[in-house]
């Protein structure tokens, strides 16, 4: 079978996106052709509608911007949509979202999004993913899937990946993080204030007045 891994991250290295789908290889057996695609700009060449029209199963890795799907890659959709209506094709598409927020309920919209665009296309919706605390996945990239920051993560890749490998459909699925809610604010007040810090910003600069 033929798998299609589709980065949709605006960043071209090192994104949480990228660090997702290196997870899922691991799990998924070799004798599958696995074809990588970066997504990163809002523009697909004739080749890479042509290749990905190719896969059996399509799996997107997306980071929700602003609640959706970042602009560029809805271009970049929407040309693949046009493309594969004109020539029907049978594919089932899988998704995982991350996101900034603590609850990976919170990429539902984005989910649906990417669901609605399936069925435009006229292909076989299988299931979503969404993945709350994404910044800390790409931070713990070399940590062992099951362990640390991505200890949530083992069950329900294991579930996602058994569907895609029987191009089955199932419920969408979301996780936590492993750590409390508090230690996520504190992290990101820490990184932000360091940040404008770095940029001769104060942290009352930072603040949102009422």
Not at 4 to 18: R, V
Not at 55 to 71: K, N, Q, T
Not at 104 to 113: D, S
Not at 186 to 209: C, E, F, P, S, V
Request: glycine share 10%; charged share 15%.
């Amino acid at each position: 079978m033929k798998i299609g891994l589709i980065n949709g991250s605006p960043k071209a290295m090192g994104s949480t996106s990228e660090v997702l789908l290196d997870e899922l290889k691991t799990l998924i057996p070799p004798d599958h052709d696995l074809v990588s695609f970066g997504i990163h700009h809002a523009m697909l060449g004739v080749n890479q509608l042509e290749d990905i029209a190719s896969c059996d199963v399509l799996v997107f890795a997306v980071p929700m911007y602003m609640g959706g799907i970042p602009s560029h890659l809805l271009h970049c959709l929407i040309q693949l949509e046009k493309s594969l209506i004109e020539s029907p094709h049978d594919i089932t598409v899988y998704t995982i979202v991350n996101n900034g927020h603590y609850e990976g309920i919170q990429n539902e919209t984005t989910i649906a999004m990417m669901k609605n665009w399936t069925h435009r296309a006229h292909l076989k919706w299988g299931q979503g993913l969404g993945i709350g605390s994404g910044v800390m996945i790409a931070l713990s990239k070399d940590v062992p899937l099951g362990h640390g920051s991505k200890k949530n993560l083992a069950q329900p890749y294991s579930v996602f990946v058994n569907n895609l490998l029987d191009r089955e459909s199932g419920d969408n699925l979301y996780v936590n993080p492993t750590y409390p809610r508090f230690a996520l604010i504190q992290g990101a007040n820490h990184d932000w204030t360091k940040q404008g810090k770095a940029h001769g910003l104060r942290k009352k600069d930072l603040t949102i007045a009422p």
